[in-house]
């Protein structure tokens, strides 16, 4: 799986601003250790640097580099909550836990930025708020009822009237929408990279160019083989997201990957660039196959949206962006575009992200549905949290078993027909 999404990342803004990664080094060696952590996205790292915080020492192992995956590649935008509402969380785990994880997805982008005010990280950190915008009237509805239940709990979430919207964003292509204070955004790859030097700062090995191609479990623990080296560990967690191979029977059968993309033109001439985001927002729209678009800090414009299942078609989906992004906003006129790239987010079936334990001692985060720079980065807490001996019932998210998908292999037609569908709903807007 991995190979075959390599073209994707071919073009990416991301990786042609990133700031200088440290210097490269594979597992060569037969390592005896606690704690093993597989995949260095946001979530691996942000377990491993809590883990490290608490003087624990895991190893990192990642396929490519840290940030290669989704963490490397994505909007940016750093967004509070779940994609279920705060009352149906609570209603569907329990005031108890559901309040406890209505509690850190709300709080994810606070400790994001805390991470990265305490680490140093530069990764051009803008913490002044996102902007949901509304694609038709029942939808602003919707976000006024969202609004409201995060009020209740004391979250700063404006109404924004059509008019605000169209101020905020640069297009009056919205009915309206809210702008969360919580959220915000940063350059995702430098963010990564950030925390990886983090960890390493605090003495924790990040073996890059380093697969991990066979788990077993031993008498003691677990082995896990790369092609030059091995790990035996006590516990292992799989932080892979939308990357999760078959290291581990079952678990990819758990998320469906799914390819999100971006296009993002030159920076926009300092005219134009001010028409746009003039207050440094970040949004994305309300639509079920969603757009999400930004400025970068050089005044490049950024538009996302779906990508596919396969890399076919790529161009014709890139294309499609290109032309959202004219019609939302004409101002930029014959623009010229610099970059197009994407990458896997992984889906579940629930909208959930899963922390999962398939074994005694092993531990998986997974399934952030598109949504992981600041859910990744909490879950890879909650997750420190359990490697470092915390009870289960004490965590502030739920550990379930691995719930394969049913009908895995007819997950492609099947979710087809969702996009088609989903398309047809946010066109004739029922
Ligand atoms: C184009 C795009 C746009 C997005 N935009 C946003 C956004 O604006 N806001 C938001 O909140 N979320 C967004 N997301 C989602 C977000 O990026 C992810 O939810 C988040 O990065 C997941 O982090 P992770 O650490 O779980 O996984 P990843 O970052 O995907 O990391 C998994 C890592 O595991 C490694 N790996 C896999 N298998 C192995 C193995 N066998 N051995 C060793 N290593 C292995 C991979 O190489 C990879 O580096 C977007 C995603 C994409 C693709």
Redesign the pocket.
Known sequence: ??ERERPLLANSLWEATANQALPRRHLEESLTVDTAI?????????CALHLAERGLKPVV???????????????????PGLKEDPDTIEKLYGPEMGGRMVRISGEGPSLVFDLIRRYGIECDLQDNGWIQAAHDSSALDLLARRAEQWQRRGAKIEHLSKSETARLIGTGAYAGGTLDRRGG?VH?LNY?LGLAAAVRSLGVDIYSD????S?EKTGQGFLIK?PHGEVRAKQVA????????H?WPGLAKTVVPF????VATKPLSENVRRSIFPEGH?S?DTRRLLN?F?LDATGRLLM?GR?GFTDAGLRARFSVLKHVTHRLFPQIGEVEWEHA??????MTQDHF?HLNEPAPGLHA??G?????????TA??KVLAERLAGKAVEDLDFPVTQPNRIPFYGLRKPAVTSLVVWYGLRDRLGF
């Open positions: 799986m991995i597989v995949g260095a996205g946001f979530a691996g790292l942000s192992i990642e396929a490519r580099t840290p940030g290669w995956g989704a963490s490397g590649r994505n909007g940016g935008q750093v967004i955004s995702p990564a380093s697969p991990a191609e788990l790369t799989l932080c892979t997201n939308g990357y999760t191979d290291l390819r999100s993309i971006q970040v994305s999400y930004r996302g990508g790239w994407g990458g896997l987010v992984a992200p985060a997974l952030f549905n598109g949504r992981g720079v600041a859910m990744a879950l890879g």
